[in-house]
């Protein structure tokens, strides 16, 4: 006996009012609209930035307004360019330096701060305030820090018999005192994200595990990091987008200079792209050079994605 043949729900069925235009319309196109807005601001500052920067590599353009087609002429002379390549060399370098650090001591941190702690609250709050400090007075602060006559870093390395080194002058150097900036301001942050996922895991694992012996140092190689591996991709892709970009840092370490020292030593392709658009008035040629780093954006994205997520 099916459901139509009862008499109440053939009945129900029978006075149902058909829906409207308007109802349907509601149903179907109304979630559209409302996440229409992200859509088009992304459309605005995100595709339209890209395209019309796409276009701009095209062409010879100049302060005085003039527009030649060049073709792929910005990009050929980019790559065959060793002052570009000295960017991408010195932006790879300082990425490696402080992002694979700076993933570490978060994913301890946060590690950490997941225990049951007196004032846990206001330590968590505590690890974001290099977030919200200026970058202008944490390059002063790193500055002088990395003096070469009277900086603290010279005198601890007094102590082990190692020479004065002028940290702005030498390449290794300024990119280690660099990557250390970075990572005092943006250890705090990647760590609340872990943290943020390491709560989400459910505590029975932990006690089940505990049960059978497992030690706290099992539990995180074997439960923690496993079920972290989701906010583990989103810091990891943040990171490197972050890491390859970098510009804030190395140009107050510079005095506000986008030369990146004397030779070069620690000029990025950001701070490059920079001097080339705004200094040389070369906006063609500074449009092709920030599509090339989109490209190692995605590439460098691509790798970590990969090595993140095929990690058993």
Request: overall charge positive; charged content about 15%.
């Amino acid at each position: 006996m099916s459901l139509d043949t009862l008499p109440g729900v053939a009945r129900q069925r029978r006075h149902t009012p058909p829906r409207s235009w308007r109802s349907t319309l509601d149903l179907k196109a109304m979630p559209y609209a409302l996440v229409s807005p992200y859509f088009l601001l992304f459309a605005a500052f995100g595709l339209f930035p890209l395209a019309f920067t796409l276009w701009y590599s095209l062409y010879d353009y100049d302060l005085a307004g003039t527009v030649k087609w060049a073709g792929l002429g910005n990009y050929a002379k980019l790559l065959a360019d060793e002052d570009f390549w000295n960017a991408v060399a010195n932006t790879v370098g300082m990425f490696f330096l402080a992002t694979v650090p700076q993933l570490l001591l978060a994913l301890l941190l946060a590690n950490a701060l997941n225990k049951r702690l007196r004032l846990r609250l206001a330590i968590r709050m505590s690890v974001l305030l290099p977030l919200v400090t200026s970058v202008v007075a944490v390059a002063v602060v790193f500055t002088q820090l990395y003096a070469r006559d009277w900086g603290l870093a010279n005198w601890v390395l007094s102590w082990f018999g190692v020479d004065r080194l002028n940290w702005r002058a030498e390449r290794i150097p300024s990119w280690i005192a660099i990557a250390t900036m970075v990572d005092w301001r943006w250890t705090g942050y990647n760590a609340i994200i872990f943290l943020a996922g390491m709560q989400t895991i459910p505590r029975d694992l932990y006690e089940a595990a505990a049960i059978d012996g497992a030690s706290r140092r099992r539990q995180f190689w074997q439960i923690t990091l496993p079920m972290l591996r989701p906010t583990m991709i989103f810091v990891v892709l943040n990171s490197t987008i972050g890491g390859l970009t970098l510009f804030s840092e190395p140009t107050t370490f510079y005095n506000g200079n986008v030369d990146g020292g004397s030779q070069g030593q620690f000029q990025t392709v950001a701070m490059f792209i920079v001097k080339q658009g705004f200094r040389e008035f070369d906006y063609g040629y500074a449009a092709a050079a920030a599509w090339l780093l989109f490209l190692l954006i995605l590439i460098g994205a691509l790798i970590n994605f990969l090595l993140v997520r095929g990690r058993r």
